[in-house]
């Protein structure tokens, strides 16, 4: 696969866009702690600014946990937005910028409720939405392995790649362009009539559903069958004791028998 360009090239990928605000200004790091972070530093840049690292040393996921994010393979960036969204709407953005990264990456791709894409049983993507200022600016981070070959023996049952799935290379910069142009009309719609606007596919999308799961809260475990989304975007449980919803941030999903 020679034609595979080993970098990101930040016009490249603005010669693909159809957005207005989005990805309209990219800054591009060859390597840096966590994009999520560079994009901190940085709240005055102008919202839709996208950030960019070919290699991030401190990648991160929910929770703390840490993100792998070598060089060349993957996509790692985020995307700062600014907008007044009140910070119980905030998780919202996770799922619509999982619809976007679904109808962009194809081949399969569903959200396994809230924040990660899989193909088959195995993570191909992660989504974190960070605050920060207040509710004044919203950083999305989102990881996406594209072309890795393999990943270290921890993450081999739960991680995956488009080229492991697929068998093809894939140029990055089309795959960030094809995120940012189906990202940009979903926000749009999502503020501008809320997440119900879009709740039907993401309802379509999403394996979660109609399965049985283990939801791990502090360490803890409860078993249900999930039943459906809500309105906000939480996870609806029919469990022993009755019907819950989860939020995004506090609970982590998994199969009976495997992650997904
Ligand atoms: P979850 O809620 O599924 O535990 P997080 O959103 O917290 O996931 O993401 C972090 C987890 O993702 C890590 O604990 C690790 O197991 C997994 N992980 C780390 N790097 C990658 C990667 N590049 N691809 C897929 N999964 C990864």
């Known amino acids: ?29 060859d390597k840096t702690d966590s994009t999520n972070e560079e994009a901190k530093r940085r709240p005055h840049l102008p919202s839709g600014t996208l950030f960019i690292s070919d290699t991030q040393t401190a ?118 362009a094809a995120v940012m142009n189906e990202f940009e009309p979903l926000y749009k719609k999502f503020s501008e009539n809320g997440f119900s606007a879009v709740i039907d596919e993401y309802k379509n999308l999403c394996i979660t559903l109609d399965k049985d799961v283990r939801l791990i809260y502090r360490g803890a475990e409860i078993v249900g069958g999930a039943i459906d989304i809500a309105e906000n975007g939480g996870l609806i449980v029919q469990t022993q004791n009755g019907i819950i919803t989860v939020t995004s941030g506090e609970v982590s999903v998994r199969g009976i028998y495997d992650y997904v």
Not at 107 to 129: A, F, M, Q
Request: charged fraction near 25%.
């Open 59 to 176: 990648g991160k996921g929910r929770l703390g946990r840490k993100w792998e994010s070598p060089g060349k393979d993957g996509i790692w960036m985020s995307l700062l937005l600014k907008a007044d969204i009140p910070p119980d709407k905030i998780p919202q953005i996770t799922l619509i910028a999982a619809i976007s990264v679904c109808r962009a990456l194809g081949n399969g791709s569903k959200i396994k409720w809230p924040n990660d894409i899989v193909i088959g049983t195995r993570k191909v993507c992660g989504i974190l939405t960070e605050m920060s200022g207040g509710t004044s600016y919203i950083i999305l981070g989102t990881g996406i392995n594209v072309n890795n070959a393999g990943f270290a023996p921890e993450l081999k049952e739960k991680a995956t790649s488009l080229f492991i799935e697929t068998g093809k290379k894939f140029e990055r910069s089309e795959i960030i």
């Open 1 to 29: 696969m020679d034609s595979i360009t080993s970098i990101i090239e930040p016009n490249n990928i603005k010669r693909l866009l159809n957005t207005e605000f989005v990805a309209r200004h990219i800054e591009y790091f």
